[in-house]
């Protein structure tokens, strides 16, 4: 029912819905691979994903960060980061999903600087999703683009 109220706003106000509710960021999204794997050592996390990335011929991929859903070790995230841009190079589109780790401030914001400076393209639900004006803070505070709307 919402996503047909919306497309009728969109076609009264001739727009594409994402203009409704602001800038539109992008047009086009590269297809990319994901897993659900949270507890994987880096270099198998990464081998398993080059494998699927080769399988259906794309350059982009969504990886799991965060505790949330996962019983890894700690400091996993650190070195998985720095390791999928170096292991995959600078051609590659890689995005993350936090499916609502961090909902103190601080932590997700060390999170968005080390993505972004690794060159990851964004961060998706970096805390709960019902968490709006946290994840506004984040959003502001952040140089990497948070995406959301999942939940």
Known sequence: MENAVLGLLGTIA??????LFGE??????????T???????????IENVQKKMAEYGTNAVKIKV???MKSGS???DEKMI?????ALGDQATLYADANGSFNDFSEAINICKRLYEAGFAHLEEPCE?????????ITAA???PIAGGEQ
């Open 14 to 19: 001739q727009k594409p819905v994402a203009a």
């Open 24 to 33: 539109i960021l992008r047009r086009e999204t590269p297809v990319y691979v």
């Open 35 to 45: 897993t659900f794997d949270r507890e994987s050592a880096p270099e198998i996390y």
């Open 66 to 68: 965060g505790g949330r």
């Open 74 to 76: 700690a400091g996993r």
């Open 82 to 86: 720095p390791a999928f841009r170096k």
């Open 129 to 137: 999703f019902r968490e709006f004006e946290l994840t506004k803070r």
């Open 142 to 144: 952040s140089k990497l």
